[in-house]
């Protein structure tokens, strides 16, 4: 599963790479750039059909908390 | 004016009134600007993990954010149990940690800890502040996080230099508004409107969620316009009418038979704020295998996690029921009293195991106390069997009036839990139900319900057992007591007095109701020491990870 996010917050890519090893995923490839004040990602991650399904629902909260203010 | 200050305006801006804490030398500017503030009180627990599940009490029985605060290094650490239990439980907290000079961060200084990083799992946000000027905005913003979609806890991590730092008075703070919360898509809802029709055996079940927004009122009005049968997750024990036939009362491993049994034999689950969590659905592909489901929540990331749904509703419960109730009026509106009727004979009292006349029953002395509690009454309790053996008895008419570690399970909770509900109560009853295992982590507490003379009142269960796990070694583990035994325990009533707190013991079931009405009716703090039956077990109970088929209601 590849994933793109934007992130305002770079401390996240560490948070996601938490995340998909407590979902029993492995985290296979990571792009990140800086781009003004959002760092821009692509993970690629495998796993379990359903963990990779939780990872991206978890990975979608988050950005949704990061930007919520 | 300085950080301190301006972390300080931040926090009457945002209208707290209460902040717990425990001092220490990265917190100290905060704590000097405190001092002697005229509206944002300060209290002193012992312990700062007291502080985050004060807070938390605070926040679970009033819906407003809760506030802790503590020093760098063990002190933000002992907060982090806290943190995640609010995290699991959507609780809303900011908390403050003070944080070591920037310039002595990564040096492994005196009291640092990276605790942004430490926290990063445990909270919905963190953050760590190094310029007194961001501290006014970024509070504001932690206070939104907290509140916003689904409530959860923010860390905010000051350096003490920047606390200490001269700041422009700050003009009136930038205001993060709420926004609009998602609305579940028009569809959805006629699907959902579609299948309640169509069922013959549809079953509520309400979650945590309920806390949020003003939910309460329209899940009465939607159950009582279906007649519909309608049960709780721990976590939103009071969200249903308690005096309604048709409330089935608490679903799970140790939940009412009714519920269970209603929603293993439901066509339909309508399943509002709840995630599924393992306790209520045992073995997944096992529950309720004859019910579509729909399920509305605001976090999306709960759909299809551990149970598929046919229908996700996505938004505020309130939104969600108030379209949904809309869409079912506008053809006939179906009603389930039949079933309802059915769902309740499928209960029965609640089984105990028989003691001895003259032995205290722990279940006994807990039926007896909710018959005299105030109806108005906010309960904590602690984690345990008195947890389970609570949830089963209480009779909470709201969900911020009954409170527990439902998701992390973290004993300690009880008591300092229920000093925060004292403040943000004030004037209402405030009991914690404990038991002899989970007290003994908390019980310095007792010094912060002196010094502020905070009524709550204290039920310990005393079994003289880290009980629950010794009622899964006698099922489980072959009867091999490994490490619970607890006979050695302390005379409790006297340490209640060594910190000026009446007590009160109970060990003669003779004398049950007189001495719990001598201690209800107790001005001030009070404990209530019980000496029960060291081996009354939790019933009914579905054992982890099985099924209703296999509920126990007596050791076999």
């Given at each position: 599963m590849t994933c793109d996010v934007s992130l305002r917050d770079s401390r996240t890519l560490a948070r996601i790479i938490n995340l998909a090893h407590r979902f029993t995923c492995d985290t296979v490839a990571v792009d990140a750039n800086k781009s003004g004040t959002a760092t821009r990602v692509r993970f690629a991650f495998e796993g379990p059909p359903i963990a990779l399904q939780r990872l991206r629902a978890q990975i979608d909260r988050i950005i949704a908390s990061e930007f919520a203010g | 004016m300085n950080g301190a200050n301006a972390l300080l305006d931040a926090l009457v801006a945002e209208g707290v009134d209460v902040v717990f804490g425990y001092p220490g030398g990265a917190i100290m500017p905060f704590y000097d600007a405190l001092f002697g503030h005229a509206t944002t009180r300060h209290i002193l627990v012992r312990h700062e993990a007291a502080a985050v599940f004060a807070a938390a009490g605070y926040a679970r029985t009033s819906g407003r954010v809760g506030v802790c605060c503590a020093t760098s290094g063990p002190g933000a650490t002992n907060l982090v149990t806290g943190l995640l239990d609010a995290h699991m439980d959507s609780v809303p907290l900011v908390a403050i940690t003070g944080q070591v000079r920037a310039e002595l961060m990564g040096t492994d200084g005196f009291q640092e800890a990276d605790v942004c990083a430490i926290t990063q799992a445990t909270t919905k946000w963190n953050v760590r502040v190094t310029d007194a000027s961001q501290i006014a905005a970024t509070l504001a913003e932690a206070f939104a996080i907290a509140r916003g979609g689904r409530p959860g806890p923010v860390l905010v991590d000051i350096t003490s230099d920047a606390l200490k730092a001269a700041v422009e008075a700050a003009g009136p703070p930038r205001r993060f508004d709420s926004q609009p919360g998602p609305r579940p898509d028009d569809e959805a809802i006629r699907d959902a409107a579609a299948r309640i029709r169509a069922a013959r055996r549809p079953v509520a079940i309400i979650g945590?969620?309920?806390?949020?927004?003003?939910?309460v009122a329209p899940y009465r009005r939607f159950v009582a316009m279906l007649g519909l049968p309608h049960c709780s997750t721990i976590n939103a024990l009071g969200a249903g009418e308690i005096d309604d036939p048709h409330n089935l009362g608490m679903l799970g491993m140790h939940g009412h038979k009714s519920a269970n049994r209603a929603v293993h034999g439901a066509d339909l689950l309508i399943a509002l704020g709840m995630r599924f969590d393992d306790r209520v659905t045992g073995k997944p592909d096992k529950f309720a295998r004859d019910a579509a489901i729909i399920h509305a929540d605001i976090d999306a990331t709960e759909f299809n996690k551990i149970i598929t749904a046919d229908v996700t509703l996505h938004g505020s419960l309130e939104t969600t029921l108030t379209a949904l109730m809309a869409e079912l009026e506008r053809e006939r509106v179906p009603r389930f009293d039949d079933w309802a009727a059915e769902a309740r004979t499928l209960g029965g009292p609640l089984p105990s195991d028989r003691v001895a006349d003259h032995v205290l029953s722990a279940t006994d002395v807990l039926d007896r106390f909710f018959a005299r509690v105030q109806p108005d009454a906010v309960v904590t309790t602690d984690v345990g069997q008195h947890q389970m053996w609570a949830a089963q008895r209480a009779r909470p008419n709201h969900p911020r009036s009954y409170t527990t570690s439902g998701g992390l399970g973290s004993m300690g909770f009880g008591l300092p839990a229920a000093v925060g509900a004292a403040f943000a109560n004030p004037g209402r009853a405030v009991y914690a139900i404990v038991g002899d295992g989970g007290f003994q982590m908390s019980l310095t507490e007792l010094a912060t319900l002196r010094r502020y003379n905070v009524p709550v009142k204290i039920v310990l269960i005393d079994n003289q057992n880290l009980g629950m796990v010794r009622q899964w070694q006698e099922l489980f583990y072959s009867e091999r007591y490994s490490a619970t035994n607890l006979s050695d325990n302390p005379d409790f009533g006297a340490i209640a007095r060594a910190y000026g707190i009446a007590s009160y013991t109970l060990d003669d079931p003779a004398v049950a109701d007189t001495t719990i009405a001598r201690f209800i009716d107790a001005p001030g703090p009070a404990l209530l020491h019980c000496a029960c039956h060291p081996t009354e077990n939790v019933w009914p109970m579905i054992p982890a990870g099985q099924t209703i088929d296999e509920l126990m209601e007596a050791k076999a």
């Open positions: - | 945590g969620g309920v806390r949020r927004g003003e939910a």
